[in-house]
């Protein structure tokens, strides 16, 4: 899932290294597939009602920070961007729930893969998409809320929801990978640790756990084609995704990945290409998943 299916659906490697955020001479590094005991719950909200599975990942970035409310209803006219930085202010626009679906309904549902299949009368899937992620969206902000003990208007950011487009929309490894290495790289053009990234990966690792099991518990309410959770199950993948599994698991990131304090591209790079002990797991939800089962708290 995520990465491992649904990021290369209908993908076409001809167009990849055009869309990319990597420089076009850069070499692509194998995908490696992960799986959790937990993925099979997910694979009608993974797959089958997941919209973002049929969008280049560069353009869901791009219409992410095109989005306001006085822009939602216009077209995207402007050239699609590929250098993006941490301090790119726009990313640090906040988002409520209500603009978030504004988002999808006036961007996401705009795009032409997606206006195709509204064409095709295809308002369930539409309608579950919209209702999943607006709860993963509740639920992360609820979460994040708990994480630092604060209740805030602003606590989920444009660049917060690039994390939903990394994880599931269409894309290479290497286009995702220099992304995230883009985002939180600092002056010197090296990938250091920092609260932003942070943020970012406790926001990864929830929205592909605990967020997208109470969207998951919630979508047999609405869409009756949806079976409802066994109870069993449903304990059993909430007793390693609750908030302190995704808390421990940016900890072991952090411990595990820098070896050094400042990490150049390549060094930054070769991190994902190693099949054992790589770390494409965190582009993944399955791999998110799979290591938060191995690293239960």
Same mark, same amino acid.
């Given at each position: 899932?995520?990465?491992?299916?649904?990021?290369?659906?209908?993908?076409?490697?001809?167009?990849?290294?055009?869309?990319?955020?990597?420089?076009?001479?850069?070499?692509?590094?194998?995908?490696?597939?992960?799986?959790?005991?937990?993925?099979?719950? #997910?694979?009608?909200?993974?797959? *089958?009602?997941?919209?973002?599975?049929?969008?280049?990942?560069?353009?869901?970035?791009?219409?992410?920070?095109?989005?306001?409310?006085?822009?939602?209803?216009?077209?995207?006219?402007?050239?699609?961007?590929?250098?993006?930085?941490?301090?790119?202010?726009?990313?640090?626009?906040?988002?409520?729930?209500?603009?978030?679906?504004?988002?999808?309904?006036?961007?996401?549902?705009?795009?032409?893969?997606?206006?195709?299949?509204?064409?095709?009368?295809?308002?369930?899937?539409?309608?579950?998409?919209?209702?999943?992620?607006?709860?993963? #969206?509740?639920?992360?902000?609820?979460?994040?809320?708990?994480?630092?003990?604060?209740?805030?208007?602003?606590?989920?950011?444009?660049?917060?929801?690039?994390?939903?487009?990394?994880?599931?929309?269409?894309?290479?490894?290497?286009?995702?990978?220099?992304?995230?290495?883009?985002?939180?790289?600092?002056?010197?053009?090296?990938?250091?640790?920092?609260?932003?990234?942070?943020?970012?990966?406790?926001?990864?690792?929830?929205?592909?756990?605990?967020?997208?099991?109470?969207?998951?518990?919630?979508?047999?309410?609405?869409?009756?084609?949806?079976? #409802?959770?066994?109870?069993?199950?449903?304990?059993?993948?909430? *007793?390693?995704?609750?908030?302190?599994?995704?808390?421990?698991?940016?900890?072991?990131?952090?411990?595990?990945?820098?070896?050094?304090?400042?990490?150049?591209?390549?060094?930054?790079?070769?991190?994902?290409?190693?099949?054992?002990?790589?770390?494409?797991?965190?582009?993944?939800?399955?791999?998110?998943?799979?290591?938060?089962?191995?690293?239960?708290?």
């Amino acid at each position: 899932m995520g990465l491992d299916a649904c990021c290369t659906n209908n993908y076409s490697k001809n167009n990849n290294r055009i869309n990319s955020f990597a420089p076009i001479d850069e070499k692509e590094i194998p995908r490696i597939t992960y799986k959790s005991s937990n993925d099979f719950l #997910f694979k009608e909200i993974e797959y *089958k009602y997941n919209l973002l599975c049929h969008i280049q990942l560069i353009d869901f970035v791009n219409l992410l920070e095109d989005y306001s409310p006085e822009t939602a209803t216009l077209s995207f006219t402007g050239i699609m961007k590929t250098d993006y930085s941490y301090h790119g202010e726009i990313l640090s626009y906040a988002m409520t729930v209500d603009t978030f679906q504004s988002f999808i309904e006036n961007k996401l549902f705009q795009t032409q893969e997606i206006y195709e299949l509204s064409g095709k009368k295809n308002d369930l899937m539409m309608e579950t998409f919209k209702e999943v992620f607006r709860e993963i #969206f509740k639920s992360l902000e609820l979460k994040l809320n708990q994480h630092y003990k604060e209740e805030r208007e602003d606590r989920i950011t444009k660049r917060v929801l690039i994390s939903l487009g990394v994880i599931f929309c269409k894309s290479d490894v290497i286009s995702k990978i220099r992304l995230i290495f883009d985002l939180f790289k600092n002056d010197k053009n090296k990938f250091v640790k920092s609260d932003e990234l942070d943020k970012y990966l406790l926001s990864s690792f929830l929205s592909s756990s605990y967020c997208m099991l109470s969207a998951r518990k919630k979508i047999t309410n609405t869409n009756k084609n949806i079976p #409802f959770m066994n109870k069993d199950d449903f304990i059993k993948c909430l *007793k390693v995704c609750e908030l302190k599994d995704s808390e421990n698991l940016v900890r072991i990131f952090n411990e595990t990945f820098f070896d050094k304090e400042e990490l150049n591209w390549k060094e930054f790079k070769n991190k994902f290409e190693n099949k054992e002990n790589g770390f494409q797991w965190i582009l993944s939800s399955s791999g998110i998943r799979k290591m938060q089962e191995e690293n239960d708290v």
